[in-house]
């Protein structure tokens, strides 16, 4: 329930711009400040364990904005990097109550941003055994983001990867993604997307 209530609120604050990114000044990572998406890049292949939250945050919403495609197999690896929490932004969850997914983990909203050159690289995350489950979910989130303006769209990518997979337990984690997305759907487009499940 609140991975649903996470998602919807994330779709609202993309929709109305409201999620640019955790440390859109830099002042959290001044190693950072002023540099270009390929420096970005090159930071958030280091070893993650070296790296500092307000960084990898600054990182991912720098590549986002610059919607630098190159990025996107390794923004795939952030998918369950998830902020400490942040005693300073204490007023924003009182306020929100629930936050949105992208101030959780902050390179969901950089893929959403990238679009749809990352659907590849996020179809890839779902069907491998290797993609954690909090991971794997926040790229069917994505998928649906990205499709916001058609999320039956969302739906039939991801049968058409279950189809097309030679891997059947690859297939079956697609079609499970599929299921999911197919049930994040509101009306008037819910039944097209249970439909798209066939």
């Not at 859109?24 to 790296?51: N, T, V």
């Amino acid at each position: 329930m609140l991975k649903k209530r996470i998602t919807l609120l994330s779709i609202a604050g993309l929709w109305l711009g409201v999620v640019p990114g955790v440390a859109a000044d830099g002042r959290s990572c001044p190693e950072l400040q002023g540099a270009k998406p390929q420096a970005h890049l090159e930071y958030l292949q280091r070893d993650r364990a070296a790296l500092t939250p307000g960084c990898i945050a600054y990182a991912a919403d720098q590549i986002g904005l610059q919607q630098y495609g190159p990025a996107v197999k390794t923004l795939v690896r952030y998918l369950d990097y998830r902020l400490p929490e942040d005693p300073a932004r204490a007023h924003f969850a009182a306020i929100s109550r629930i936050p949105t997914l992208g101030t959780i983990y902050p390179v969901t909203t950089a893929l959403f941003q990238i679009g749809k050159p990352a659907v590849p690289d996020l179809v890839e995350a779902i069907a491998s055994s290797a993609t954690s489950e909090v991971a794997r979910n926040n790229a069917v989130a994505t998928i649906f983001d990205i499709y916001r303006s058609d999320v039956v769209e969302s739906v039939r990518v991801l049968m058409r990867a279950s189809k097309a997979s030679p891997d059947r337990e690859a297939s079956m984690r697609l079609y499970d993604a599929a299921r999911e997305a197919a049930a994040k759907c509101r009306e008037p487009g819910h039944n097209s997307c249970m439909s798209a499940l066939q």
